[in-house]
């Protein structure tokens, strides 16, 4: 289920993490060449994804697959 991105915030590991506004959250993670996501790493780049969507597997649990989208 699509989610709203409203906050960002780092886990014990310093990796970032999405706040959705279900109140779960979901793992970001800039991991080249697996996961490419260099925006994660700026301000700039998660301010400018506040408001934009992930899909929520925790919404969804009739759904399989990773958990990461
Ligand atoms: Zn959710």
Do not use: Y
């Not at 014990?12 to 996961?35: F, N, S």
């Amino acid at each position: 289920m699509d989610r709203r991105i409203v906050g960002f915030h780092q886990d014990d590991e310093r990796h970032w993490v999405a706040d959705l506004e279900c109140g779960h959250t979901q793992h970001v993670r800039h991991e080249p060449p697996w996961m490419n996501r260099p925006w994660v790493v700026t301000a700039e780049g998660r301010a400018s994804r506040l408001g934009t969507v992930l899909n929520c597997p925790k919404c969804d649990p009739d759904r399989t697959g990773p958990v990461e989208s």
